[in-house]
Each structure stands twice: as structure tokens, then as C-alpha cells.
């Protein structure tokens, strides 16, 4: 900010010493006049512009809170286009109680079931959940957030026991994907 308004104040130092040449220099004072306003013109047009563009805050690169809802609420219903309504939500947790019956999954199998049902899922729902991935919310500001869109979970059917729904989400990992199934199964704290 302050090499920016050092600029400024050069550039005006400039202009000025510019505007007190000698007149004698120029045709008449007519001419003189004229060149002035549009010299004075230019450094005001740049003055702001350089102003401006130093002033920006770091506020602007940071998601506001309003475009974090709007991730969560977009996922939340390509989520339910892509894996509920398709039954592939339904198969996905079947699949892992059935593989972890016996012996319980370990974590880089279940990393692989969860990769593959990401890669079974419709290209509009990874592309917001892949967005929210890369906004890292914390797992208090995703429940946060998510909970404002209650109505939009279709889930509640299945069953949410530790080995069910509820202990896939828990034994995911610490990720989106653990916040998110906890919050499909409603397994989540409210």
C-alpha cells in the first residue's frame, strides 16, 4: 500500500513539474491550457486506478460465507441426483457392510471402495464436491452449514449402527467424505 501511494505521489510530482514548464515552450497559453486539463485528466484517471487496485483486501480472496452454503446445498443435491435417487448411495453401503461382515475393512481398503464409488458418481456432483473439498471447512463448519439444509437429505432408511452407515462414515477418515456421509446417514451431531 505504501509503494502505491509513493507511485501516486511521484507520478503527480511529475505531472506538475510538466505543467510548470515555461510557457515559451509552448504556441500560446490557449494550448497551454488545454494540454494542462488533459495532463491533470490522465493523472487523476491514473491516480485512481493505482489507488484502487493497491487498496484491494485480502477479503477478496477469501469464499464468503454466503458461497461455502451455497457448495454445501449444490452438493447436498447432486449428491441426491447422482447417488441416492440412482440407488448407488444404497449399493455403495450395502457393498462395505457386506465386505466388512467378516473382518473389519481396513483403512486403505475402504479408501479404495470410496474412490470407486466417487468415480461411479455424475460429473456435476464431483465437480461441487471436489470445490468444497478445496474450501478444507472444518467439520464444525460443515455441520454447521449442512444443517441449515436438513430438508434435503433423503436418507434416514438405512442403518446407522457401527457397521452400517454410521461406522463407514466414522471409519472413513478425517475428511469431507467422513463429514458428508455422517451428514447423508444423519448420523451427524447435531
Known sequence: MISCVLGVILLMKQTFLELLTPIELH???????????????????????????????????????DEKEYLVKQTIIEFNNS????GKYEAFIKDVSQKSATTPLNKAELKMLIQNFLGDQTQKFLDVYYQLEALELTSE?????????????????LDKTQGGCCGIANNSGDSLFKDFLGFTCGCDAA
Open 27 to 65: 504556441k500560446n497559453i490557449l494550448t497551454k491550457l488545454v494540454f494542462m486539463r488533459k495532463l491533470l485528466l490522465f493523472t487523476f484517471i491514473l491516480s485512481f486506478i493505482t489507488v484502487v487496485s493497491c487498496s484491494k483486501d485480502e477479503e477478496d480472496t477469501k469464499v464468503s460465507q
Open 83 to 86: 447417488a441416492i435417487k440412482t
Open 141 to 157: 463448519e460443515f455441520y454447521g452449514i449442512a444443517h441449515q439444509f436438513e430438508y434435503l437429505r433423503l436418507t434416514g432408511i
